[in-house]
């Protein structure tokens, strides 16, 4: 054991930029990741709330902020470990990477939007919400361009409604 200990003692690395960046990257991360999961967990809760989405707290500026944040974290997790690595411990970033990949085109995030478009598609609230809040990043929420806004809800006669972007 002490041999082992000597080796790690000697490879060791002082703490630098990066890592300080990594660690305070994966706290962002995991405060958002537990701060979603409790809103929503708060939200689902409340009887009052049955049978509707929830766009209160983050999850009013992203629809899946617990998503960002398990992102965010992972990301934390690379750039802090990635100051010790030497060659073919780069294979490393392949794990933010992959969890990215995961959440926002496999199982993640297309699954869920699918169960809620089943649950709420139709719904001109839900279809306003879905137009105006990010899908992953927490930002502000957009201005409004749904077929209807820019006609304040009415359609004129043979005129088609507008895209939605």
Not at 22 to 50: L, M, R, Y
Request: aromatic share 14%; charged share 20%.
């Amino acid at each position: 054991f002490a041999a082992n200990a000597n080796v790690v003692a000697r490879d060791v690395v002082p703490l630098g930029v990066l890592d300080i960046i990594g660690f305070t990257t994966w706290v962002i991360g995991f405060g958002i990741e537990v701060i979603s999961d409790k809103q929503k967990s708060w939200f689902n809760a409340d009887p009052k709330n049955k049978g509707h989405w929830i766009d209160v707290g983050l999850w009013k500026f992203s629809r899946h902020p617990n998503y960002f944040g398990e992102m965010v974290l992972w990301l934390g997790i690379f750039l802090s470990a990635c100051s010790t690595f030497v060659w073919g411990q780069w294979a490393c970033a392949v794990s933010p990477v992959f969890v990215v990949l995961l959440i926002s085109f496999i199982s993640g995030i297309p699954k869920l939007e699918a169960r809620a478009d089943v649950k709420w598609g139709g719904n001109p609230e839900y279809e306003k919400y879905k137009r105006t809040t990010s899908i992953l990043l927490i930002l502000p929420v957009y201005a409004d361009k749904g077929p209807l806004a820019e006609t304040n809800g009415s359609i004129q006669e043979g005129e088609a409604p507008s895209p939605v972007v």
